[in-house]
């Protein structure tokens, strides 16, 4: 088990801030942490990362207590936090050689560049980081966090600030590193679109306490919640039939809304509409699935 | 190498490599230099003007150490707080112990640059006078538990407020409270009150010493009390500085 | 009357006398050190030498001895403070025995160029005025202890230096 929170409470200056979160995260799991704002996900991930210490409830990281083994800890994850800060000063090949030698590691030129290509940052080597907008930072925040070969990495926002394209960039790098079924990844995210398309196991919290924690695809299925979209195709398509699991909501002229069910990938079942020719321009999700999940049950809170 | 050897040399890139740091480094030595430069239009300068010189420029530098020591500080943990890098360096295999001293040592470093740097002007202007020997020693001896204290208190009160304006206010105020006696004069410290400031303060005890040292050539015997005085300073400092990031929630 | 008047004359004529006498008790001698520079210049050593003598033929009690120096430049003539020139301005002797002398040596750091001069006074209890040594005069040569050779290339190259290292550093940033 890489994550494992049980009852944890918190209270900072009198006041509560976490009233029983709990959290479960094996290996190869991408699991999205969501909420309103003030829910208390990044007081969550405080706590998880050993910056704060519960007032009560127990929580492991891999197997560790996450804040008196919290050094260990550190040498086996790997977090962007929500507010990426470097020193500008530096370059981003200095700065991720002089981070790496925290962790006792030594990179040589070839192996920054390396780090650095894989968050798709293209930089000079003597550009400073304060010359850098806010989408570079956030993927050399990326690359830092990935820089220790982590067993577990924890993402607080981790596309804010991207363009559409480069959110695709991180959300294939996560994929890749998920696929790969040593890392765990635990996603904290108000954009439902990320969660859909990444993660296989949410947390949602509300008011400090989770309201609900399992499998994605389990919890739509249980709750009814199908995912919609409505697909832009440039032609009708060759094949119409639908994969199993799929149905057509509704046709208006060139826009297909879709209902690909609670089980399915929506990438998997692209793949599959374009194996049959359809030729596809534009997707939106549309609402229904996570988006009513969520809805659902942050509203059920505060109506009790 | 160990974190607090990695933190301190990113700490002391930052004031050898950034703009920002040169600029400091070049502001130091302007004003050094104006002070010099002032020296060679007045050629009425008995002996004891020039031992008064050498002295003046010690007191100088010592002010302009305390100065970069208390923005440095300031700036230590609240400014990496304010711009978001103290996260990442918490996140990272470190105990917050490293951190604190790896930031003294670049203080340390930062003094040590200064000190460096003030060399030649005191060469230049003390070299035909007396005692230049005794003022470089007293500089590093007596300068030294000064200016870090300076800094370590900046560091503790950055990790206190978690505001570098607010640490640097409250630095700032501290250093001008205790360089004020000597703005005063001689005159006004003969009082009960100012007899007592003079003696625990450690900037007039290191100013104080290098009066004695290099215009009334009295030995190092006579300094202890002073120097004392100064390890004081730089103990409870040290002391302030650690018991502060322990509390403070950083 | 003219008795009165005698009588008168022959006591003013003895306290005259004794005056005149009591003038003479203390001798005070001054010369220059043969160690002395030449031609003495700032921050030099000089040493005076000055023999006190009681030549009186009796013992002269308390008695206190001391160097003056006073500038003599045109314009600047004043009493100089030896509080920076010497650590060692007076000296004293409880009782001198008729005919005992004392030397006394009165060393000084050269701090200040100029025109001076030199002087030991003397007093002791009985005797109602000072009494001195005759004055030496000497003349100390300014010594540059501020060279603008040394002070205009650090004053001047410190500051460009850190300038074009903080340029080529803004300019590498570009």
Redo the contacts between chains.
């Keep these: 088990m890489l994550i494992e929170i049980d009852k944890l409470k918190l209270v900072l200056r009198g006041r509560q801030i976490l009233a029983g979160v709990n959290m479960h995260m094996q290996r190869g799991e991408i699991c999205g942490l969501l909420g309103p704002n003030g829910a208390g996900k990044s007081t969550t991930l405080s706590v998880l990362?050993g910056?704060?210490e519960a007032t009560s409830g127990s929580v492991l990281v891999l197997g560790m207590d996450a804040r008196s083994q919290r050094?260990?800890i550190?040498?086996q994850?790997g977090?962007l936090?929500e507010?990426?800060?470097?020193?500008?000063?530096?370059s981003a090949p200095d700065y991720l050689r002089?981070?790496a030698?925290?962790?006792g590691r030594r990179l040589t030129a070839a192996d920054t560049g390396q780090h650095l290509a894989r968050v798709g940052l293209d930089v000079k080597n003597?550009?400073?980081i304060?010359?850098y907008s806010r989408g570079m930072r956030q993927r050399l925040?990326l690359a830092?966090a990935l820089l220790n070969s982590p067993k577990l990495l924890v993402l607080d926002e981790p596309t804010n600030g991207l363009d559409p394209r480069g959110r695709r960039e991180i959300h294939d790098v996560l994929l890749g590193l998920s696929q790969q079924g040593d890392v765990g990844i635990l996603l904290c995210t108000h954009l439902l679109d990320d969660v859909d398309r990444l993660c296989n196991r949410i947390g949602i919290l509300h008011q400090g306490k989770t309201i609900v924690e399992g499998n994605l695809a389990e919890l739509l299925a249980t709750l009814q919640a199908g995912r919609r979209y409505r697909l832009h195709l440039l032609s009708p398509p060759r094949d119409a039939a639908l994969p199993p699991g799929v149905r057509l909501i509704a046709k208006r002229g060139e826009w297909w809304h879709l209902d690909i069910g609670a089980v399915a990938s929506p990438d998997a079942v692209w793949r599959a509409l374009l194996d049959r020719g359809w030729v596809i321009a534009e997707i939106h999700a549309e609402g229904g699935g996570l988006e009513d999940l969520y809805l659902k049950l942050t509203m059920t809170e505060v109506a009790a | 190498m160990s974190p607090i050897s990695l933190i301190a040399r990113k700490e002391s890139g930052e004031l050898l490599k950034s703009g920002r740091g040169l600029a400091w480094l070049l502001a130091l030595s302007v004003i050094l230099s104006v002070l010099s430069l002032l020296l060679v239009s007045n050629t009425e300068l008995s002996l004891l003007d020039n031992a008064q010189v050498v002295y003046m420029v010690m007191g100088t530098i010592t002010a302009l150490g305390a100065l970069l020591a208390v923005v440095l500080g300031s700036d230590a943990i609240a400014g990496e707080k304010e711009r978001g890098s103290l996260v990442p360096l918490l996140l990272a295999p470190l105990s917050t112990s490293d951190i604190v001293l790896g930031k003294m040592g670049g203080q340390v470093v930062a003094w040590g640059v200064t000190y460096l740097l003030s060399l030649p002007y005191l060469w230049a202007v003390g070299s035909s006078g007396q005692n230049l020997f005794e003022a470089i020693a007293y500089l590093a001896l007596l300068g030294m538990p000064v200016v870090l204290g300076f800094g370590f208190y900046a560091l503790g009160l950055s990790a206190r407020f978690g505001s570098v304006r607010a640490a640097l206010i409250t630095a700032l105020i501290t250093l001008m409270l205790l360089a004020s006696p000597l703005l005063l004069g001689p005159g006004l410290r003969q009082s009960a009150i100012g007899k007592v400031f003079d003696a625990v303060n450690p900037f007039s005890a290191a100013v104080n010493s290098f009066d004695s040292v290099v215009i009334d050539s009295q030995p190092l015997s006579m300094q202890l009390g002073r120097f004392l005085v100064t390890l004081i300073w730089l103990v409870m400092t040290l002391w302030f500085a650690r018991r502060s990031v322990k509390i403070a929630e950083i | 009357m003219k008795g009165i008047t005698l009588c008168l004359g022959a006591c003013l004529l003895l306290i005259g006398s004794g005056a005149a006498w009591a003038a003479e008790r203390l001798e005070i001698t001054l010369v220059a050190d043969k160690t002395n520079p030449p031609s003495p210049q700032m921050g030099d050593h000089m040493k005076f030498v000055s023999v006190i003598r009681n030549n009186s033929t009796v013992a002269a009690q308390g008695v206190v001895a001391w160097i003056s120096l006073i500038q003599m430049d045109p314009g600047h003539e004043q009493p100089l403070d030896l509080e920076d020139w010497s650590a060692h301005k007076a000296v004293t002797r409880t009782s001198m025995a008729p005919g005992e002398q004392i030397t006394v040596e009165w060393p000084m750091r050269l701090i200040q160029a100029g025109d001076y001069r030199v002087v030991i006074s003397a007093v002791e209890r009985s005797t109602p005025h000072i009494v001195t040594s005759p004055f030496i005069d000497f003349h100390i040569k300014r010594k540059p202890v501020v060279e603008s050779q040394r002070i205009l290339p650090i004053a001047i190259g410190v500051p460009l230096i850190l300038g074009m290292l903080t340029l080529w550093r803004i300019r590498k940033r570009a």
């Design positions: 990362t910056l704060r050094e260990e550190h040498r994850i977090v936090p507010q990426a800060g470097f020193y500008d000063w530096m002089w981070f030698s925290l962790y003597n550009e400073p304060g010359t925040g830092r």
